[in-house]
Nanobody, 122 residues
Framework: QVRLVESGGGLVRTGDSLTLSCAASGRAVGSSAIGWFRQEHVFVAAIGWT????YYAASVEGRFTISRDNAKNTVYLQMNSLKPDDTAVYYCAAGPGCSGNVCTEHSWYDHWGQGTLVTVSS
């Protein structure tokens, strides 16, 4: 049984940083694509076959960084320079390893976490 558990959300101010974690069980993050979405369907970031295969939405490029720790079976989303528009429930999702635009598609992912709320105050 695959389970994804997000953590790290909270209330922060504009310009602050936050790191979200996605802890996986039942599936190895090292051989999977892991994506972060907000409001369930809006793509934020993904990491594919290799650590070189990272993808970001234009709205977060340069501010967010996705990474994974295979030993901990966990994927992280480092979020810097947060803005009120980043306020959302963030979900992590797991799917088959990928490269290219398919890694950014909601339909690629077959397991989802329950989400963690990020609120950025102005």
């Amino acid at each position: 049984q695959v389970r994804l558990v997000e953590s790290g959300g909270g209330l922060v101010r504009t310009g602050d940083s936050l790191t979200l974690s996605c802890a996986a069980s039942g599936r190895a993050v090292g051989s999977s694509a892991i994506g972060w979405f907000r409001q369930e369907h809006v793509f934020v970031a993904a990491i594919g076959w290799t650590d070189a295969n990272t993808y970001y939405a234009a709205s977060v490029e340069g501010r967010f960084t996705i990474s994974r720790d295979n030993a901990k079976n966990t994927v992280y989303l480092q979020m810097n320079s947060l803005k009120p528009d980043d306020t959302a429930v963030y979900y992590c999702a797991a799917g088959p390893g990928c490269s290219g635009n398919v890694c950014t598609e909601h339909s690629w992912y077959d397991h989802w976490g329950q989400g963690t709320l990020v609120t950025v105050s102005s």
